[in-house]
T-cell receptor, first 112, second 110 residues
Framework: KQEVTQIPAALSVPEGENLVLNCSFT??????LQWFRQDPGKGLTSLLL?????REQTSGRLNASLDKSSGRSTLYIAASQPGDSATYLC???????????FGSGTRLQVQP | EAQVTQNPRYLITVTGKKLTVTCSQN?????MSWYRQDPGLGLRQIYY???????DKGDVPEGYKVSRKEKRNFPLILESPSPNQTSLYFC?????????FGQGTRLTVV
């Protein structure tokens, strides 16, 4: 059964820092991996989706990488801003399943 | 604009009182699912539906029911809620590689 782990559980950084959020998964037979952002009182917003055949995806200040063989993904946030404060969730979609398996998230606080 | 709408957003109820959380989508997609989110456990799938009248259990289905009588709606039913069902619930619509989530329903069972 797929298990997804996110480290760290919480992170507080000063504004302007570059930071890395980590996600690891136990079964490398994935179809894709997705990073979401969750704001209090709101739903999940998809940030980046990486197909199993891809190594990375970029959107603005965000860059997500995928190393399927080692079961790892990282979300890199450049020049962090207070508006980046949120919980970041990693989710994998296994081959042959439609359900997503989520990590428990990293709660990020960017201090102004 | 793709939308997944859940109602209510917040609900406090008592043990044993039946309740329904509604979910509707405007995308005409076939696959819909329900998740619950608990601290330290991430989101876990409760039930999913591949199409009208086709539903199946996810990872944590105990204590829940669903129905899919029409494509746009996928209600989550708690026949006899218990305190361990206090959680944040999300409805999701999956199309191809993309997943769209509702804004969540925070349920408290006392």
């Amino acid at each position: 059964k797929q298990e997804v782990t996110q480290i760290p559980a919480a992170l507080s950084v000063p504004e302007g820092e570059n930071l890395v959020l980590n996600c690891s998964f136990t079964d490398s037979a994935i179809y894709n991996l997705q990073w979401f952002r969750q704001d209090p009182g709101k739903g999940l917003t998809s940030l980046l989706l990486i197909q199993s055949s891809q190594r990375e995806q970029t959107s603005g200040r965000l860059n997500a990488s995928l190393d399927k063989s080692s079961g790892r993904s990282t979300l890199y946030i450049a020049a962090s801003q207070p508006g980046d404060s949120a919980t970041y969730l990693c989710a994998v979609k296994d081959t042959g399943r439609r359900a997503l398996t989520f990590g428990s998230g990293t709660r990020l606080q960017v201090q102004p | 604009e793709a939308q997944v709408t859940q109602n209510p957003r917040y609900l406090i109820t008592v043990t044993g009182k039946k309740l329904t959380v509604t979910c509707s989508q405007n995308m005409n997609h076939e696959y819909m699912s329900w998740y619950r989110q608990d601290p330290g456990l991430g989101l876990r799938q409760i039930y999913y539906s591949m199409n009208v009248e086709v539903t199946d259990k996810g990872d944590v289905p105990e204590g829940y029911k669903v129905s899919r009588k029409e494509k746009r709606n996928f209600p989550l039913i708690l026949e006899s809620p218990s305190p361990n069902q206090t959680s944040l619930y999300f409805c999701a619509v999956v199309f191809g590689t993309e997943a769209f989530f509702g804004q969540g329903t925070r349920l408290t069972v006392v």
